[in-house]
Each structure stands twice: as C-alpha cells, then as structure tokens.
C-alpha cells in the first residue's frame, strides 16, 4: 500500500492516508484508515527509521498518485 501511494508519512512523523481512494477496498483498507494521523510505530530495540529526505520524495513523487 506504501508503493502504491495509498499512504505516506507526513514531516510531522504522523501516517497519513489517502481515505478518499478508499470506496472499495475491504477491511484491509478500514484497518489502514483507522491508523490516519497516528505515529508509525516501530519494533522495539529496532533502530531503523525511514529517512526524512526519502519520505520528503514519497510524499512528491508517489502518495496519492495513480494510486
């Protein structure tokens, strides 16, 4: 869903979703929507984050796009 655009994280660290694409999608997409404006949440002890300028090129170049 992330590849396709359907979601993204915002410069604020919060998931953002792209709810108005959502008519039909079953509950995978109601489980999504429901996360809109949360923190992503990580595994704990996991030191891995996304990195902004990468997430700054999907908010660009992907989210909500063809999606």
């Known amino acids: 869903m992330f590849d396709r ?7 604020t660290n919060r998931i953002t ?4 694409i959502f ?3 079953g509950p995978k997409a109601e489980w999504l929507k429901a996360r809109h404006e949360q923190a992503p ?3 704990d002890g996991s030191l891995l ?19």
């Open 49 to 67: 984050r996304p990195a902004e300028q990468h997430l700054a090129w999907h908010r660009q170049n992907v989210f909500n796009r063809d999606a």
């Open 23 to 25: 008519e039909e999608w």
């Open 5 to 11: 655009g359907l979601w993204t994280i915002s410069d």
């Open 17 to 20: 979703v792209a709810d108005e």
């Open 41 to 43: 949440i990580f595994k």
